[in-house]
């Protein structure tokens, strides 16, 4: 199940709704660094308030960056008003991005993030976000391939936020 940080938490238990917050926000997705036979599990995604993603030092570094989605021709994502609970994506809007991480990777989870964080490496624990898992079947983010290769295209046709 999707987790949200600590500070995301805060600011919507405050007075702005998840949707003033993280419209106009990113999806980056992200894969682990060293190679990792899943078989049939996906790996959790890191803590929301972990310290720091990509640490300075490259050797250090856990996660790859593998694509930011975003909306081609405005940047941010837009969600239709909420319905019946749901935040969902906004239908007359694209989501994709362009793979930027070098060779092919597998994506592992993902970073729903208001528009300041914008750089998929420079996120810090106490940011706000929603981390989730890429996968199939039962994770928060359903792709049809997991692997993917350097400026391969990668779309969301459909995203639905719940809280339960």
Do not use: C
């Not at 926000?25 to 310290?51: K, M, Q």
């Not at 969902?88 to 994506?107: F, H, I, L, M, Y």
């Amino acid at each position: 199940m999707a987790q949200m940080s600590t500070s995301l938490k805060d600011e919507l238990l405050g007075s702005n709704p998840v949707k003033d917050v993280l419209e106009g926000g990113y999806i980056h997705i992200y894969g682990y660094r060293t190679s990792y036979d899943w078989g049939n599990e996906v790996p959790a995604p890191p803590d929301p308030d972990l310290p720091k993603l990509f640490p300075e030092t490259p050797s250090e570094r856990k996660y790859v960056h593998i694509v930011t989605i975003k909306d081609p021709s405005s940047g941010g994502l837009n969600f239709l008003p909420p319905d019946e609970g749901f935040l969902r994506k906004d239908p007359n809007q694209d989501w994709e991005g362009t793979v930027v991480s070098s060779g092919t990777q597998t994506a592992a989870f993902f970073l729903l993030v208001p528009p300041s964080l914008d750089d998929a490496e420079d996120i810090e624990g106490d940011d706000m976000k929603i981390v989730g898992t890429v996968g199939f079947a039962g994770t928060d983010l359903i792709f049809p391939e997991l692997a993917m290769s350097n400026a391969e295209t990668q779309e969301i046709s459909f995203f639905t936020l719940t809280f339960g």
